[in-house]
């Protein structure tokens, strides 16, 4: 597979560069960040207010104003009576000199240079002539770099555009306020440093993705040859070169490792790169794990550029307090003043029920709760078993419910309802049988998804954990309400003798916390280790085109 980037890619008509529409964010942005609020039906906007341009080249570049120019552009160049913002009598400002080379340099960031032309600008300096030729310049600068500062501040692409199970509505650049920071400026290197992301998370991620091209353009990764499995203890021919794909991708312990047995500090390192891709962790070489060994360094190099384009989705500041949980890594981190304090696996949904990506807040703790059964799984697992049964319920603890009157199964007549004229509700008791297990954790949120315990813990050892209906059932749950709810009663054991009193009871956490379901098939830790993730969902194939098609139409 080819890099991301690597291809053709057309250049854009300046009409088309000029087509540019900018959304509204979230709040807690940068100055230059678009405002969330929006006018009203019922407000007044005054016209703008444009100064008479007073040089020739000023009265060129308000000559040059095009219906299709972004408005806030626009204002920027009325209120500055249409002054050009990247050149003066004596040449380019130094501040268009660094735009045109972070545009160069954009693929440091995942994105794509020839998106922005800025060898087209340099060879445009070279040789305009007319006032109209340096009035089309500036306005082209101009377009291309607020382009440029969208893609690299919130990316390329709406994530909800190009997935209605990502539910992440970055904010985007304001024109008029990016412009009216940049002309106050007293650093624009850093200004434009500040562009990117400011989190550890995207900053780690874009060094690595350094370091893998350049271990691209060396001539990548050595394949390990197919063959019987491999166990510890073993003699095997391809050990040298099962040494030397570790060394490769940095795996620590390989280069520690001499003989032809497959032993000691290799297997270990094997240990470690399954622990780095999702696998379990037996240091047996089978079909996975030697998959995993023989992806092409391409395709990781484009999984790291699709995770580069998903962080610059992301707040840099997640909050105080935060539940994080990975659906493609099936694991669940609890974050408090920057410092992870609690790491759990979990349970993703299936394939065909994918949890969505999205940001809530949590709201309450509710220990021994009932079930209420979707209105989905009620009628397509629960009413056909109705049908061949009236009592299949019984040893499941759901009641039946109409109208808020409980009724007995028994009395229905089950073959007379379906899908589209089911009128009961189904509500299952609290018990250690409960679908929920003894505890759920609500941020009670349009999708109906909630992080909870589940009787069926044998799957939590799997190494895979895509199996529940949505929801994300949590291991170990006592623990994780232990470490939430610290600040309401800190005593160890206190939520399970609530649980064991078989009393339903909700607590609500003491201080504001948030949650992030999201999904990252490629990171790196703080420790140097670099993750990568199967996609169970197959959202990097989707975003990967989303991606390729701006690029050619050059959104």
Same mark, same amino acid.
């Given at each position: 597979?080819?890099n991301?980037?690597?291809?053709?890619?057309?250049?854009?008509?300046?009409?088309?560069?000029?087509?540019?529409?900018?959304?509204?964010?979230?709040?807690?942005?940068?100055?230059?960040?678009?405002?969330?609020?929006?006018?009203?039906?019922?407000?007044?906007?005054?016209? %703008?207010?444009?100064?008479?341009?007073?040089?020739p080249?000023?009265?060129?570049?308000?000559s040059?104003?095009?219906?299709?120019?972004?408005?806030?552009?626009?204002?920027?160049?009325?209120?500055?009576?249409?002054?050009?913002?990247?050149?003066?009598?004596?040449?380019?400002?130094?501040?268009?000199?660094?735009?045109?080379?972070?545009?160069?340099?954009?693929?440091?960031?995942?994105?794509?240079?020839?998106?922005?032309?800025?060898?087209?600008?340099?060879?445009?300096?070279?040789?305009?002539?007319?006032?109209?030729?340096?009035?089309?310049?500036?306005?082209?600068?101009?377009?291309?770099?607020?382009?440029?500062?969208?893609?690299?501040?919130?990316?390329?692409?709406?994530?909800?555009?190009v997935?209605?199970?990502?539910?992440?509505?970055?904010?985007r650049?304001?024109?008029?306020?990016?412009?009216?920071?940049?002309?106050?400026?007293?650093?624009?290197?850093?200004?434009?440093?500040?562009?990117?992301?400011?989190?550890?998370?995207?900053?780690?991620?874009?060094?690595?993705?350094?370091?893998?091209?350049?271990?691209?353009?060396?001539?990548?990764?050595t394949?390990?040859?197919?063959?019987?499995?491999? $166990?510890?203890?073993?003699?095997?021919?391809?050990? +040298?070169?099962?040494?030397?794909?570790?060394?490769?991708?940095?795996?620590?312990?390989? +280069?520690?490792?001499?003989g032809?047995?497959?032993?000691?500090?290799?297997?270990?390192?094997?240990?470690?790169?399954?622990?780095?891709?999702?696998?379990?962790?037996?240091?047996?070489?089978?079909?996975?794990?030697?998959? $995993?060994?023989?992806?092409?360094?391409?395709?990781?190099?484009?999984?790291?550029?699709?995770?580069?384009?998903?962080?610059?989705?992301?707040?840099?500041?997640?909050?105080?307090?935060?539940?994080?949980?990975?659906?493609?890594?099936?694991?669940?981190?609890?974050?408090?003043?920057?410092?992870?304090?609690?790491?759990?696996?979990?349970?993703?949904?299936?394939?065909?029920?994918?949890?969505?990506?999205?940001?809530?807040?949590?709201?309450?703790?509710?220990?021994?709760?009932?079930?209420?059964?979707?209105?989905?799984?009620?009628?397509?697992?629960?009413?056909?078993?109705?049908?061949?049964?009236?009592?299949?319920?019984?040893?499941?603890?759901?009641?039946?419910?109409?109208?808020?009157?409980?009724?007995?199964?028994?009395q229905?007549?089950?073959?007379?309802?379906?899908?589209?004229?089911?009128?009961?509700?189904?509500?299952?008791?609290?018990?250690?049988?409960?679908?929920?297990?003894?505890?759920?954790?609500? #941020?009670?949120?349009?999708?109906?998804?909630?992080?909870?315990?589940?009787?069926?813990?044998?799957?939590?050892?799997?190494?895979?954990?895509? #199996?529940s209906?949505?929801?994300?059932?949590?291991?170990?749950?006592?623990?994780?309400?232990?470490?939430?709810?610290?600040?309401?009663?800190?005593?160890?054991?206190?939520?399970?003798?609530?649980?064991?009193?078989?009393?339903?009871?909700?607590?609500? %956490?003491?201080?504001?916390?948030?949650?992030?379901?999201?999904?990252?098939?490629?990171?790196m830790?703080?420790?140097?280790?670099?993750h990568?993730?199967?996609?169970?969902?197959?959202?990097?194939?989707?975003?990967?085109?989303?991606?390729?098609?701006?690029?050619?139409?050059?959104?």
């Amino acid at each position: 597979m080819d890099n991301l980037w690597s291809g053709r890619n057309s250049r854009a008509s300046i009409a088309l560069a000029l087509c540019i529409t900018l959304t509204g964010g979230l709040t807690g942005s940068p100055s230059w960040a678009q405002s969330e609020t929006a006018p009203s039906e019922t407000q007044v906007v005054p016209p %703008p207010q444009f100064l008479e341009p007073q040089t020739p080249i000023a009265r060129a570049i308000q000559s040059e104003m095009s219906p299709d120019l972004n408005q806030g552009l626009v204002l920027h160049y009325g209120e500055r009576a249409f002054a050009p913002v990247w050149f003066t009598e004596d040449g380019l400002t130094e501040n268009a000199h660094l735009t045109i080379a972070a545009m160069a340099a954009a693929n440091e960031h995942a994105l794509n240079p020839n998106n922005y032309d800025p060898l087209g600008f340099i060879k445009r300096s070279e040789t305009a002539t007319s006032e109209q030729d340096w009035a089309r310049f500036d306005i082209d600068l101009s377009v291309q770099f607020l382009r440029y500062a969208t893609h690299l501040s919130s990316g390329r692409v709406q994530p909800n555009a190009v997935n209605k199970a990502l539910n992440l509505f970055p904010d985007r650049p304001d024109p008029k306020n990016l412009f009216e920071a940049v002309a106050r400026s007293e650093d624009f290197s850093a200004f434009l440093d500040s562009l990117a992301p400011q989190s550890d998370n995207y900053a780690r991620l874009k060094r690595r993705l350094a370091q893998f091209r350049e271990k691209a353009a060396d001539g990548g990764f050595t394949p390990v040859p197919d063959g019987d499995v491999l $166990k510890p203890g073993m003699d095997d021919p391809r050990i +040298a070169v099962l040494r030397q794909r570790l060394i490769e991708e940095d795996i620590p312990g390989a +280069a520690d490792h001499s003989g032809e047995a497959y032993d000691g500090a290799l297997v270990e390192a094997v240990k470690t790169f399954q622990e780095y891709h999702g696998l379990a962790t037996d240091g047996v070489i089978g079909k996975n794990t030697l998959a $995993k060994l023989n992806i092409p360094l391409q395709e990781k190099l484009i999984q790291m550029e699709l995770n580069m384009e998903r962080r610059r989705w992301m707040r840099d500041d997640l909050g105080a307090f935060y539940i994080f949980s990975n659906l493609a890594d099936q694991n669940l981190k609890v974050v408090r003043n920057g410092k992870t304090i609690h790491t759990a696996r979990v349970v993703v949904g299936k394939p065909y029920h994918a949890t969505p990506v999205f940001s809530d807040q949590l709201e309450y703790v509710e220990i021994n709760p009932f079930w209420n059964v979707p209105y989905s799984i009620a009628t397509k697992e629960y009413l056909p078993k109705l049908k061949q049964n009236a009592s299949a319920l019984s040893g499941k603890q759901i009641r039946v419910f109409q109208d808020g009157t409980e009724i007995t199964p028994t009395q229905v007549a089950w073959n007379s309802y379906s899908g589209g004229n089911f009128p009961f509700r189904l509500r299952q008791d609290p018990g250690d049988g409960n679908a929920l297990g003894r505890i759920k954790f609500m #941020f009670p949120n349009r999708f109906n998804i909630y992080i909870h315990d589940t009787p069926s813990k044998s799957l939590f050892s799997r190494a895979e954990r895509a #199996f529940s209906h949505g929801c994300i059932r949590v291991s170990n749950p006592f623990k994780l309400a232990d470490v939430l709810l610290a600040d309401v009663n800190a005593n160890p054991g206190h939520w399970e003798t609530i649980r064991d009193s078989e009393k339903r009871t909700v607590i609500k %956490p003491a201080a504001p916390i948030e949650v992030h379901l999201t999904y990252l098939t490629a990171w790196m830790n703080k420790d140097g280790s670099t993750h990568f993730r199967k996609d169970i969902y197959g959202r990097d194939k989707v975003l990967l085109e989303a991606l390729r098609t701006a690029m050619t139409q050059n959104l």
